[in-house]
């Protein structure tokens, strides 16, 4: 008895039945994703090519990309970069969010201002708003409130 495997076996030769065997079997696969959005388009040509375009407009953007374009729009308009998110929330109007930047740095770093700003984004993660909801220096802690 040997180890060795014969290849010209008959299921060596034939296709796995999970891989597409053609363009336009591939072109059909997977075009929904679990939510129901369709997140490619493909067509096929009369070669039997498929050409998947991206679908932009029926997509939501996912909650880590909400948090990425929130903290660059916020750092854009003005120009103070988040150092950290506090709070982060789906909204009836899309997407609310605090973020936690340094407006004054001083030395000690203990004695630099901190400023916390309400972030509201729409469904697509726009911005939409912002204000500052409190600033307070970084060595402080936040006042005890009752009940927690």
């Known amino acids: 008895m040997t180890n060795t495997k014969n290849t010209t076996d008959p299921q060596d030769t034939q296709q796995n039945p999970q891989q597409p065997r053609n363009g336009r079997e591939a072109a059909e696969e997977n075009v929904d994703d679990n939510d129901g ?3 490619h388009e493909s067509h096929i040509d ?6 998947t375009t991206h679908q932009t407009a029926d997509r939501r953007p996912r909650p880590m990309e909400v948090l990425r374009q929130a903290r660059e729009q916020f750092a854009e308009l003005t120009g103070m970069a988040a150092e950290s998110v506090s709070s982060f929330e789906r909204t009836e109007e899309g997407w609310a ?3 936690e930047v340094l407006e004054l740095e001083r030395v000690p770093d203990t004695m630099s201002l901190m400023a916390g700003y309400q972030v509201e984004l729409d469904h697509d993660g726009q911005l939409t708003g912002y204000r500052r909801v409190r600033r307070y220096e970084r060595g402080r802690a936040d006042a005890r ?3 927690g």
């Open 37 to 39: 959005n369709t997140d």
């Open 46 to 51: 009369n070669n039997g090519n498929s050409d």
């Open 97 to 99: 969010l605090e973020v």
């Open 145 to 147: 409130r009752s009940g």
